[in-house]
């Protein structure tokens, strides 16, 4: 899903500046929210093991340019589901920076435009995660269906905006029309892989579930809401 240099450029980076940040600002406030739930200690390690998660997805794993972006196993619902929702989306964007940073300097310029790509998304499953998932379901306890619906979404998410990035940033034509039916069509597949990843995660998950995880993993992994 990274978008390429060049894509959105010039005073178009404005809108990618203020979705960032409004994507930023509601993270801070899930993110106080789930402070005051646990601790600050038991906060920043999930961030840093998002983080980490996150360059291995994106460092580690197999991925490809496809048209107009890369198709990468990003795999945030899994994150979103050992973790939670703020912490998640801190160490996505954590993740991200730093493989950046270190490994992918070319990609900087397009730090906001990738962030906005990857935490929107996972805000939407966020907002509808009580819709899909019953309250009284623990997420180790969920069917391939409901992390598939998740996955949907999500996966859906980051296609979505990786095409609107790509027509705001170059314009509506058969050429820019061409580069993200081609990702679209390659990125389905992570849609199909990853409600397998989150399913076995979670059984792992649910093996331990007797130790005292609750400064590790979000709340809702071993209880329901």
């Given at each position: 899903?990274?978008?390429?240099?060049?894509?959105?450029?010039?005073?178009?980076?404005?809108?990618?500046?203020?979705?960032?940040?409004?994507?930023?600002?509601?993270?801070?406030?899930?993110?106080?929210?789930?402070?005051?739930?646990?601790?600050?200690?038991?906060?920043?390690?999930?961030?840093?093991?998002?983080?980490?998660?996150?360059?291995?997805?994106?460092?580690?794993?197999?991925?490809?340019?496809?048209?107009?972006?890369?198709?990468?196993?990003?795999?945030?619902?899994?994150?979103?589901?050992?973790?939670?929702?703020?912490?998640?989306?801190?160490?996505?964007?954590?993740?991200?920076?730093?493989?950046?940073?270190?490994?992918?300097?070319?990609?900087?310029?397009?730090?906001?435009?990738?962030?906005?790509?990857?935490?929107?998304?996972?805000?939407?499953?966020?907002?509808?995660?009580?819709?899909?998932?019953?309250?009284?379901?623990?997420?180790?306890?969920?069917?391939?269906?409901?992390?598939?619906?998740?996955?949907?979404?999500?996966?859906?998410?980051?296609?979505?905006?990786?095409?609107?990035?790509?027509?705001?940033?170059?314009?509506?034509?058969?050429?820019?029309?061409?580069?993200?039916?081609?990702?679209?069509?390659?990125?389905?597949?992570?849609?199909?892989?990853?409600?397998?990843?989150?399913?076995?995660?979670?059984?792992?998950?649910?093996?331990?579930?007797?130790?005292?995880?609750a400064g590790v993993f979000t709340q809702r992994l071993y209880s329901a809401a």
């Amino acid at each position: 899903m990274h978008i390429e240099p060049g894509v959105v450029d010039g005073a178009k980076m404005v809108f990618a500046y203020g979705t960032a940040a409004a994507a930023g600002g509601y993270v801070a406030k899930l993110a106080f929210e789930d402070i005051k739930r646990t601790d600050p200690v038991s906060f920043l390690t999930k961030i840093g093991m998002g983080a980490v998660g996150t360059f291995i997805f994106f460092e580690v794993l197999p991925h490809f340019p496809v048209g107009i972006s890369e198709v990468h196993f990003i795999l945030g619902t899994t994150l979103f589901l050992l973790l939670g929702a703020a912490p998640a989306a801190m160490g996505l964007a954590l993740g991200l920076l730093l493989q950046g940073m270190f490994f992918a300097p070319s990609d900087l310029p397009m730090f906001f435009v990738n962030v906005t790509t990857l935490l929107v998304p996972l805000l939407t499953i966020t907002a509808l995660a009580n819709r899909l998932i019953p309250r009284d379901t623990a997420y180790v306890d969920l069917k391939y269906g409901d992390v598939l619906k998740l996955s949907a979404m999500y996966q859906g998410g980051v296609i979505a905006w990786v095409a609107f990035w790509a027509f705001y940033g170059q314009g509506v034509g058969a050429e820019t029309f061409a580069a993200v039916g081609t990702f679209a069509a390659a990125y389905a597949m992570v849609i199909l892989i990853e409600p397998i990843a989150d399913l076995a995660v979670l059984a792992a998950a649910k093996t331990v579930r007797g130790a005292k995880l609750a400064g590790v993993f979000t709340q809702r992994l071993y209880s329901a809401a």
